[in-house]
């Protein structure tokens, strides 16, 4: 049970003073859903403003307040921008661009003919200067001018700057006195304040060590609760199984098991012949070969007289599994049944039937095979394939699911530095797929400015006019979604213009089944050319997809590029991916894309990644599955996790049931961050 304490930081945001129904939408969407996500939604960056008189004075790029006389609308067709022209004292424009269902507010605030003060960001537009989404408008200067260092708010539509600042400051004034988790001898050497002193002067000015302490808090609370996952998992019952290789000889692979793959099947091998339950990922790239790894220990699983189940983030990814194990095991005899949320009737009976009486050996599926009504005779192993989509919480309850904790194998294909391995992954073991199968074609990778975006367009019909099938990428960079939303359909709209269609598009404000029957249409082929945001980046594997084409690149982290580049070159054809960048390339941006162009190695670019990350240019930081973390940022990590992690594990040897009054406090920081699941186990034994 959660403390006492904590109850008025867990209370529903709308138990704020002017929180109704309009605002909840725009909360949920960012996670703000109780008041201590409120309290915890600190600001990403820091406004320093500068009064000019006029658009000569200003550099692009900068952020600024002027003076302006509003003179025309002009509404861009279909779901284009609305903008608002003004024109400065001495009779240059500057277009105040608005997205999405903007414009209403935008003509009331903006007035025709009338003059007012509007602060924000100059960049430019074609020829034309523009700001885009103002930060504020005014009749008078007086509010704007002294508010020249103002925080930024991660936004959504229907949220603005100053609501979001009075709903912070109402969070606020509910925080209460929390025991001190932190060692004192390391608090006081970093020189840190206490929690309810650091929440709010993050939020008050750009303060490194309140800002470090609240991250702390958050590894720490992640260490700990790993921690407390692997001694509960040690401390289980498993069975131990022995498998015989008589399935292992049958199976007929097309191809030689790498060395890596031998290495990781006789890891995961021996720990299922331990007597505690596996709890091992594996991790290796996309293309690495994971898919005969898992089959290698399901077969395992079933020479020991158990069943196996593999859960797959989508339905897409379960039915691709199937379909692949269907063929590797052809000759073996194992059965293996598809279960996803979409069977009803019948065929789901049978196999439910079929999980009960033990006559299906192998069953692939979303997470509806591990529903209520979904029983195994044997349960003894459990695949899970890109386990960042689950979180650790969520795998807890599958692995409830037998009588004894089945052995639990999770994949992911995101190559991440050790640094985060440890972050997201410290109560497994790892084995890495760290070499490629053989033969595997180079994606011959180029960086082209996006001025020649016409020319790129062309090599797409070209590319499509052969057959073949391509992705474009449209990132999500600004700071409402629906903006990136409105861009990336922009684009769909101008591809679907020229090539019909063949053009789909998926994005993550589609309903899910849209956006399933898009990517389905895609991977069977009756689409050509693939419109995303980011949502494909763990996604379906087609083959004859061997061009992509990504906007704005040198926004992307380079694990994130990587991961999206990993879509083609799947197939015996060479691939292409095509970087378009912006004009104003920083030298961090260069570096970036340079390496992309050198390397294919995930694991190489994932370092590389975290060393130049922090330039505060990367869309990546706050980008959900990304890390486990949502205050701590990548700078942070690198630096405070080995810290939290030997303060964790010392605590851990101390007082591994958390009862001496520092671990009293410990509890209150996992309830705090919900890793409360660690809690739980400590609980239970
Ligand atoms: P991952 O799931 O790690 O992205 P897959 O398991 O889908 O990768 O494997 C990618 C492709 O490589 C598949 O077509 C698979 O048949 C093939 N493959 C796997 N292992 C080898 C190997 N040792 N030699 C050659 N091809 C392999
Ligand atoms: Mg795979």
Redesign the pocket.
Known sequence: MRPDLLNPLFAESSSLKGVGPGLARPLDKLGLTRVKDIAYHLPDRWVLRRAVANLDEAGLGEQIVLPLTVRDYRQSAGRGPFRVMAEDAVGNYVALTYFGRAAYTAKKQLPLGEKRWVAGRLDQFGQTWQIVHPDHVSEDSAGMLGQLNEPVYPLSEGLTQGRVQALVAQSLAHLPKLPEWIEPGLLARMDWPAWHHALPAAHKAANKLAKDRLAYDELLANSLALMLVRESNRAKKGTPLHGDGRLRAKLN??????GA?KRSIAEIESDMAQGAPMLRLLQ???????????LNAMLIAVEAGGQAALLAPTEILARQHFE?LNK?AAGTGVTIALLTGRDKGKARESILMGLLDGSIDICVGTHAIFQEAVAYRNLALVVI?EQHRFGVGQRLMLTQKARRTPHCLA?T?TPIPRTLTLAQYGEMDVSR?DEM???RQAIDTRVISTERIADVVEGVARHIAKGAQAYWVCPMVRELETEDIAAAEARYAALKERFGDTVVMVHGQLRPEVKDAGMERFARGEAQLLVATTVIEVGV?VPNATLMVIEQAERFGLAQLHQLR?RVG?GSQQSTCLLLRGEALSETGRERLALMRETQDGFRLAEEDLRLRGGGELLGTRQSGDTPFKVADFEQIARLLPLAHDDARLLMERDGGLSSPRGEAARVLLYLFERDWGVQLLRGG
């Open positions: 692979l097309p191809f030689e098991l790498t793959q290796g790239d996309v293309g690495s070969g994971k898919t005969a790894v898992a692949t590797m394939d994949m294909a797929l199968p053989p033969g594997d990993g799947r």
